[in-house]
């Protein structure tokens, strides 16, 4: 099955600075790849996704860069702000259960992202 | 609003009891899924439904058993409560076919915290 390790466990930014958050995976088959932000107390939300067809994403101060060949995929957060804090979750899809069906996401261990102000 | 609920947020009981957690979404999405979320935050799929036919049922004990009445509900019932069982289940949803076209997107529930004493 697909295995998805994500890096670092813990990040800390000065308010303004880049963060980056790096997942890779192991299933070449996967061709489905979002990026989940769970703030405390809430579910995960989707921030952005790529699709294996596509090498980067881009959403205002929100990126994701994918490399199918490295099997690798990163989150990139510009200009941070404090409410950008919470834990960041990366996902694989690589099962298309049945056919026009969902499709099985593999998480990453999350990472939890700090911004000080 | 438009989202995924779940009922009780909070449950606490005790080891060998009987308990059940209700998700109802109103996103008229064909799939639902429950997940788990243990201490260390990471997110395992446990089952999903798609059109009210189980798809998905990964090595999760017998003792836990979903039920979907109908495409807009999924509930999870456990018997026979163990230490262990403790953690945040998250329910979601998502739609995977629109005439032609797959989205992937899984809405998430707030969670409920289940605590076993």
């Known amino acids: 099955g697909e295995n998805v390790e994500q890096h670092p466990s813990t990040l800390s930014v000065q308010e303004g600075d880049s963060a980056v958050i790096k997942c890779t995976y192991s299933?070449?088959?996967?061709?489905?790849f979002p990026w989940y932000k769970q703030e405390l107390g809430k579910g995960p939300q989707l921030i952005i996704d790529i699709r294996s067809n596509v090498g980067e994403k881009k959403d205002q101060r929100i990126a994701v860069t994918l490399n199918k060949t490295a099997k690798h995929f990163s989150l990139h957060i510009t200009e941070t702000q404090p409410e950008d804090s919470a834990v960041y979750f990366c996902?694989?899809?690589?099962?298309?259960?049945?056919?026009?069906?969902?499709?099985?996401?593999?998480f990453g261990s999350g990472t939890q992202l700090t911004v000080l102000p | 609003d438009t989202a995924v609920s779940q009922t009780p947020k909070y449950l606490v009981t005790q080891m060998g009891n009987d308990k059940s957690i209700k998700c109802e979404q109103n996103?008229?999405?064909?799939?639902m899924y429950w997940y788990k979320q243990d201490s260390k935050k990471f997110l395992k799929i446990m089952f999903s439904y798609n059109n009210k036919e189980l798809i998905i049922n990964e090595t999760v004990p017998n003792r836990f058993s979903p039920k979907s009445p109908d495409k807009a509900h999924l509930n999870l019932h456990i018997n026979s409560l163990e230490l262990g069982d403790s953690a945040v289940y998250f329910c979601a949803s998502s739609q995977h076919q629109q005439r032609y076209r797959y989205y992937y997107e899984q809405y998430f529930g707030p969670g409920t915290r289940l605590t076993v004493t």
């Open positions: 299933d070449s088959a996967s061709n489905y």
């Open positions: 996902a694989a899809s690589n099962k298309r259960i049945s056919s026009g069906s969902a499709r099985q996401l593999t």
């Open positions: 996103l008229g999405h064909d799939t």
